[in-house]
């Protein structure tokens, strides 16, 4: 267990549906990490966050994607109108700022669109 | 762009022997790297963070960095059958510019012949 919690760690939805999951960085992190990660791929970056701003959002996330962290603590991360190209695990990392910082992986949400 | 590149395997080691784990990069910027250990369904879990040129040593895990030729290693010693996983190697980012995020390789599955 790094610290780094995730919700829920297992989602199965219907084509066209909205789905959010959520995730409770480690308390003294700064930086919260979004990442989509598919079968024989390594993580696939999304967007993150420097306390509440949003500094960088990947180019091929689509508008259906928008992440939160409205406090500078938790994060949401929402699908709207899901596709089934959505299935796959969503990671969220947290880390400081300092100069070689480590990312703390959450357990992972598990989507599955039917 | 900056890209990590990493042999997919499989790669497989006789129990007790060492595995070898290679990673190329293509940012001569990169300062330090990460190697991740990622069991099947699961998150990415931290094993070596290395940012000097050479070796480091930790347990049966070795990482050695070479900035000059651009590759980073990860030697097993003494490998275990739960050792097998796939293993991701990761440049984090070097400051905090809006570019900089950490750059994952697509992994290297391990598999342990008991």
């Known amino acids: 267990d790094t610290g780094v919690s995730q919700d829920p760690r297992h989602k199965i939805t219907k084509r066209g549906q909205n789905v959010t999951f959520r995730c409770d960085p480690i308390?003294?992190?700064?930086?919260l990490y979004w990442y989509r990660q598919t079968l024989g791929q390594g993580p696939e970056f999304l967007t993150y966050f420097q306390n509440e701003a949003q500094l960088e959002k990947s180019r091929l996330l689509s508008d259906r994607f928008s992440a939160e962290r409205p406090k500078g603590s938790f994060s949401t991360l929402e699908i709207q109108r899901t596709e089934q190209g959505d299935s796959a695990m969503y990671l969220c990392?947290?880390?400081?700022?300092?100069?070689?910082?480590?990312?703390?992986f959450g357990p992972g949400t598990r989507l599955l669109v039917l | 762009q900056k890209e990590v590149e990493q042999n997919s395997g499989p790669l497989s080691v006789p129990e007790g022997a060492i595995a070898s784990l290679n990673c190329t990069y293509s940012d001569r910027g990169s300062q330090s790297f990460f190697w991740y250990r990622q069991y099947s369904g699961k998150s990415p879990e931290l094993i070596m963070f290395?940012?000097?040129?050479g070796d480091k040593e930790d347990g049966r895990f070795t990482a050695q960095l070479n900035k000059a030729s651009q590759y980073v290693s990860l030697l097993i010693r003494d490998s275990q059958p739960s050792d097998s996983a796939t293993y991701l190697c990761?440049?984090?980012?070097?400051?905090?510019?809006?570019?900089?995020?950490?750059?994952f390789g697509k992994g290297t599955r391990l598999h342990i012949l008991p």
């Open positions: 308390s003294e992190h700064n930086r």
């Open positions: 290395i940012y000097s040129n």
């Open positions: 990761a440049a984090p980012p070097r400051g905090m510019n809006r570019d900089d995020k950490i750059i």
């Open positions: 990392a947290s880390s400081g700022t300092s100069e070689q910082e480590t990312q703390y």
